[in-house]
């Protein structure tokens, strides 16, 4: 019963941090696209309150019920497929830390060009061109982990 209850808050909260990211991203992208320096205000706002409400919580509860689960189930943590999901988790934390800090950065720029009616700086385009990229390699690592989580290859 224990492993059930711990598995099952393990793929909720993976559902809820993939599904966070993709919809963070979606949003975010696409209020880029606009263009519309109010949209973008708006959006990244809610983005950086998503991602310290959804992500950074889940991202704490994958490896806690992660291991836990690991140790309920007795596989041996030198498993390849225990071990690709790990670094791809540390590599997907990686690109999400400085993500996060650029989100509040793009945050606070289109806040400000909203308020001043002015149009967005150089370097809000700079950093946006950088959380695409960094996004692009978490998105990847997640989907492997998936992949991983539910083949379990030797």
Do not use: E
Request: glycine share 6%; net charge positive.
């Amino acid at each position: 019963m224990d492993y059930v209850v711990v598995k099952w808050l393990h793929i909720l909260s993976s559902t809820l941090l993939f599904g966070t990211g993709l919809g963070s991203a979606w949003y975010m992208l696409f209020a880029n696209v606009s263009r519309d320096v109010r949209a973008i205000a708006v959006v990244s706002k809610y983005v950086v309150i998503a991602d310290w409400l959804f992500t950074a919580t889940t991202a704490v509860i994958q490896p806690a019920t992660g291991f836990y689960m690991i140790y309920l189930a007795g596989y041996p943590m030198s498993s390849r497929w225990i071990m690709w999901s790990l670094m791809l988790y540390v590599l997907a934390g990686a690109c999400w830390l400085p993500v996060v800090w650029l989100q509040m950065r793009l945050r606070d720029m289109a806040a400000d060009a909203a308020r001043d009616g002015t149009p967005l700086p150089a370097l809000y385009w700079k950093y946006f061109r950088t959380w695409v990229a960094l996004g692009i390699p978490a998105f990847i690592a997640f989907v492997f982990i998936f992949w991983f989580m539910v083949s379990k290859p030797v």
